[in-house]
């Protein structure tokens, strides 16, 4: 067995707590609680569509965007995480179209995109 200064050990220490401090805000995101919506393209264009959650203090794209629309489609259910209420924003941004902004939505809630 090797034996280590004290301030060597008090970096190994620190970067120990630093990974399970990481580990475990990953394993909270993980298992957030999630809700599934839809979205529908009203307009009478196709579009490509990108669907962000904004979560923990971040917009990401949700797993399954962008999407493929076409006129009148509505999409599969995208999974979204959701705060201590049940409610999650979202944003949406079609290519060369329309976009919106902090949408509050609810589980099986479908989203609209209108021209």
Known sequence: M??????????????????VGLACATLAI???PTIAINVKNNTGQDYVVHVYELFAGENR????????????ETSKSLIVR???TGTATISYECETGPSKA?????????ISIDD
């Open 2 to 19: 090797k034996i280590v200064s004290s301030r060597t050990a008090g970096r190994m220490l620190v970067g120990f707590a630093a990974a």
């Open 102 to 110: 902090n949408i509050d939505v609810s589980t099986g809630q479908v």
């Open 30 to 32: 993980a298992q957030a």
């Open 82 to 84: 959701t705060g201590p």
């Open 61 to 72: 794209e949700v797993r399954g965007s962008p999407i493929t629309l076409a006129s009148k």
